[in-house]
Protein backbone atom coordinates (compact mmCIF):
# COMPACT_ATOMS: atom_id res chain seq x y z
CA UNK A 1 0.00 0.00 0.00
CA UNK A 2 1.33 3.65 -0.77
CA UNK A 3 0.79 4.96 2.86
CA UNK A 4 3.52 2.25 4.11
CA UNK A 5 5.94 1.63 0.92
CA UNK A 6 8.43 2.79 2.67
CA UNK A 7 7.79 0.53 6.52
CA UNK A 8 9.63 -1.73 7.64
CA UNK A 9 8.07 -5.30 7.32
CA UNK A 10 5.48 -5.94 10.35
CA UNK A 11 6.80 -7.90 12.67
CA UNK A 12 3.66 -10.00 13.03
CA UNK A 13 4.62 -11.25 9.58
CA UNK A 14 7.13 -13.75 10.84
CA UNK A 15 6.44 -17.15 9.46
CA UNK A 16 6.58 -18.60 13.20
CA UNK A 17 3.81 -16.26 14.15
CA UNK A 18 1.21 -17.61 10.83
CA UNK A 19 1.73 -21.25 12.31
CA UNK A 20 1.07 -20.52 15.62
CA UNK A 21 -2.03 -18.82 14.41
CA UNK A 22 -3.17 -21.59 12.43
CA UNK A 23 -2.62 -23.76 15.32
CA UNK A 24 -4.85 -21.54 17.45
CA UNK A 25 -7.60 -21.26 14.95
CA UNK A 26 -7.64 -25.33 14.98
CA UNK A 27 -8.05 -25.67 18.43
CA UNK A 28 -10.79 -23.02 19.03
CA UNK A 29 -12.48 -24.12 16.09
CA UNK A 30 -12.98 -27.99 17.64
CA UNK A 31 -13.13 -26.63 21.10
CA UNK A 32 -16.26 -24.59 20.26
CA UNK A 33 -18.49 -27.62 18.92
CA UNK A 34 -17.32 -29.31 22.24
CA UNK A 35 -18.54 -27.16 24.40
CA UNK A 36 -21.35 -26.37 22.24
CA UNK A 37 -22.43 -29.85 22.67
CA UNK A 38 -21.35 -30.04 26.81
CA UNK A 39 -23.10 -26.87 26.94
CA UNK A 40 -26.53 -27.41 26.32
CA UNK A 41 -26.20 -31.12 27.58
CA UNK A 42 -25.55 -29.83 30.79
CA UNK A 43 -27.69 -26.69 30.69
CA UNK A 44 -24.96 -24.42 31.64
CA UNK A 45 -24.39 -20.76 30.65
CA UNK A 46 -20.91 -20.60 31.27
CA UNK A 47 -20.09 -23.37 28.69
CA UNK A 48 -22.06 -22.03 26.38
CA UNK A 49 -20.38 -18.80 26.89
CA UNK A 50 -16.77 -20.17 26.56
CA UNK A 51 -18.28 -21.77 23.39
CA UNK A 52 -19.29 -18.54 22.22
CA UNK A 53 -15.94 -17.30 22.82
CA UNK A 54 -13.81 -20.39 21.19
CA UNK A 55 -15.67 -19.19 18.30
CA UNK A 56 -14.91 -15.72 18.68
CA UNK A 57 -11.48 -16.24 18.93
CA UNK A 58 -11.05 -18.83 15.90
CA UNK A 59 -12.74 -16.12 13.82
CA UNK A 60 -10.08 -13.49 15.57
CA UNK A 61 -7.15 -15.69 14.80
CA UNK A 62 -8.32 -15.80 10.69
CA UNK A 63 -9.00 -12.21 10.73
CA UNK A 64 -4.68 -11.99 12.28
CA UNK A 65 -3.70 -14.37 9.46
CA UNK A 66 -5.50 -12.70 6.49
CA UNK A 67 -3.75 -9.12 8.00
CA UNK A 68 -0.11 -10.34 9.24
CA UNK A 69 2.06 -8.36 6.37
CA UNK A 70 -0.52 -5.85 5.99
CA UNK A 71 0.24 -1.90 6.79
CA UNK A 72 -0.04 -0.73 10.07
CA UNK A 73 -3.60 0.82 9.56
CA UNK A 74 -4.61 -2.66 8.63
CA UNK A 75 -3.59 -4.54 11.44
CA UNK A 76 -4.80 -1.97 13.42
CA UNK A 77 -8.56 -1.33 11.81
CA UNK A 78 -8.81 -5.57 12.18
CA UNK A 79 -7.75 -4.54 15.93
CA UNK A 80 -10.34 -2.68 16.53
CA UNK A 81 -12.66 -4.99 14.84
CA UNK A 82 -12.33 -7.71 16.78
CA UNK A 83 -12.52 -5.76 20.34
CA UNK A 84 -15.75 -4.95 18.55
CA UNK A 85 -16.48 -8.85 18.90
CA UNK A 86 -14.93 -9.12 22.26
CA UNK A 87 -17.56 -6.48 23.42
CA UNK A 88 -20.66 -7.79 21.36
CA UNK A 89 -19.83 -11.33 23.29
CA UNK A 90 -19.68 -9.90 26.66
CA UNK A 91 -22.98 -8.30 26.37
CA UNK A 92 -24.43 -11.78 24.56
CA UNK A 93 -23.26 -13.29 27.83
CA UNK A 94 -24.76 -10.96 30.46
CA UNK A 95 -28.10 -11.31 28.35
CA UNK A 96 -27.87 -15.14 28.41
CA UNK A 97 -27.28 -14.82 31.93
CA UNK A 98 -30.14 -13.09 32.76
CA UNK A 99 -32.38 -15.32 30.98
CA UNK A 100 -31.05 -18.31 32.55
CA UNK A 101 -32.03 -16.12 36.19
CA UNK A 102 -35.20 -16.09 34.95
CA UNK A 103 -35.94 -19.49 33.42
CA UNK A 104 -34.25 -21.20 37.56
CA UNK A 105 -32.83 -23.75 35.63
CA UNK A 106 -29.65 -25.80 37.49
CA UNK A 107 -26.66 -26.53 34.99
CA UNK A 108 -25.48 -30.46 35.66
CA UNK A 109 -21.77 -30.14 37.10
CA UNK A 110 -19.95 -32.83 36.27
CA UNK A 111 -19.67 -32.21 32.32
CA UNK A 112 -18.78 -28.62 33.60
CA UNK A 113 -16.07 -29.63 34.70
CA UNK A 114 -14.91 -31.90 32.41
CA UNK A 115 -15.07 -29.58 29.98
CA UNK A 116 -13.58 -27.10 31.85
CA UNK A 117 -10.69 -29.19 32.12
CA UNK A 118 -10.55 -29.72 28.82
CA UNK A 119 -10.79 -26.48 27.70
CA UNK A 120 -8.33 -25.09 29.62
CA UNK A 121 -5.49 -27.71 28.62
CA UNK A 122 -6.20 -26.30 25.15
CA UNK A 123 -6.14 -22.58 26.08
CA UNK A 124 -2.64 -23.11 27.89
CA UNK A 125 -1.33 -24.47 25.12
CA UNK A 126 -2.36 -21.34 22.86
CA UNK A 127 -1.36 -19.16 25.29
CA UNK A 128 2.36 -20.62 26.20
CA UNK A 129 2.36 -20.64 21.99
CA UNK A 130 1.59 -17.07 22.01
CA UNK A 131 3.64 -15.28 24.97
CA UNK A 132 6.53 -14.28 23.44
CA UNK A 133 4.08 -12.24 20.80
CA UNK A 134 2.17 -10.85 24.04
CA UNK A 135 4.27 -7.10 23.25
CA UNK A 136 3.66 -6.67 19.64
CA UNK A 137 1.24 -4.52 18.11
CA UNK A 138 -2.66 -4.18 18.68
CA UNK A 139 -3.80 -6.98 15.73
CA UNK A 140 -1.14 -9.67 18.33
CA UNK A 141 -2.05 -7.87 21.43
CA UNK A 142 -5.59 -8.30 20.86
CA UNK A 143 -4.50 -12.65 19.91
CA UNK A 144 -3.11 -12.91 23.12
CA UNK A 145 -5.38 -10.79 25.06
CA UNK A 146 -8.11 -13.47 24.01
CA UNK A 147 -6.56 -16.44 24.82
CA UNK A 148 -5.69 -15.28 28.50
CA UNK A 149 -8.72 -14.51 28.59
CA UNK A 150 -9.92 -17.95 27.58
CA UNK A 151 -7.30 -19.37 30.16
CA UNK A 152 -8.76 -17.55 32.92
CA UNK A 153 -12.42 -17.75 31.79
CA UNK A 154 -12.00 -22.04 32.03
CA UNK A 155 -10.78 -21.38 35.57
CA UNK A 156 -13.56 -19.96 36.67
CA UNK A 157 -15.55 -22.22 34.58
CA UNK A 158 -13.85 -25.08 36.52
CA UNK A 159 -14.72 -23.10 39.88
CA UNK A 160 -18.67 -22.76 39.26
CA UNK A 161 -18.78 -26.31 38.31
CA UNK A 162 -17.54 -27.22 41.71
CA UNK A 163 -20.12 -24.19 42.94
CA UNK A 164 -23.00 -25.59 41.47
CA UNK A 165 -22.16 -29.23 43.19
CA UNK A 166 -21.75 -27.95 46.43
CA UNK A 167 -24.91 -25.79 46.75
CA UNK A 168 -26.54 -27.14 44.59
CA UNK A 169 -27.90 -23.81 42.55
CA UNK A 170 -27.27 -22.32 39.23
CA UNK A 171 -25.64 -18.89 41.12
CA UNK A 172 -22.08 -20.19 41.32
CA UNK A 173 -22.66 -20.74 36.77
CA UNK A 174 -24.51 -17.46 36.16
CA UNK A 175 -21.61 -15.19 38.32
CA UNK A 176 -18.75 -16.81 36.26
CA UNK A 177 -20.84 -16.40 33.34
CA UNK A 178 -20.77 -12.44 34.71
CA UNK A 179 -16.89 -12.73 35.64
CA UNK A 180 -16.36 -13.64 31.98
CA UNK A 181 -18.91 -10.68 30.06
CA UNK A 182 -17.01 -8.48 32.39
CA UNK A 183 -13.62 -9.96 30.86
CA UNK A 184 -14.20 -9.75 27.48
CA UNK A 185 -16.24 -6.21 27.45
CA UNK A 186 -12.64 -4.66 29.65
CA UNK A 187 -10.38 -7.06 27.20
CA UNK A 188 -11.87 -5.36 24.04
CA UNK A 189 -11.41 -1.71 25.47
CA UNK A 190 -7.56 -1.97 26.43
CA UNK A 191 -6.72 -3.47 22.54
CA UNK A 192 -9.72 -0.88 21.08
CA UNK A 193 -7.67 2.14 22.69
CA UNK A 194 -4.07 0.40 21.78
CA UNK A 195 -5.25 0.20 17.90
CA UNK A 196 -6.57 3.82 17.93
CA UNK A 197 -3.03 4.74 19.18
CA UNK A 198 -1.54 2.90 16.40
CA UNK A 199 -3.91 4.30 13.88
CA UNK A 200 -3.28 8.07 15.24
CA UNK A 201 0.72 7.59 14.50
CA UNK A 202 0.23 5.80 11.08
CA UNK A 203 -1.25 9.00 10.76
CA UNK A 204 0.90 10.97 12.05
CA UNK A 205 3.73 9.19 10.52
CA UNK A 206 2.27 9.26 6.68
CA UNK A 207 5.05 10.94 4.04
CA UNK A 208 3.61 13.60 2.45
CA UNK A 209 5.95 12.99 -0.86
CA UNK A 210 6.25 9.64 -2.89
CA UNK A 211 9.04 6.73 -1.30
CA UNK A 212 12.14 6.22 -3.11
Same mark, same amino acid.
Given at each position: MSASCCAPTPPSADPRVRKVLWIAL? =???????????? !????????????AVDFFGDAANYGVSLAVLAMATRV??????????????? /????????AWALQSGAVPE *? =??? !????IAALVANVSVALLLFRYRGGDANMRSV????????? /???? =? !?????GV? /?? /???? *????????????????????FRQARAELNGAAAATPSHACH
Open positions: V =VNAAMFFVEVAA !GLSAGSVSLLADRARAAQLKAACMAAF /GVFVLARA *P =VTM !GAVAWICSRNDAL /GNLA =V !GAAALL /GT /GTAW *PDLLVAVFMAVLAITGSVTV
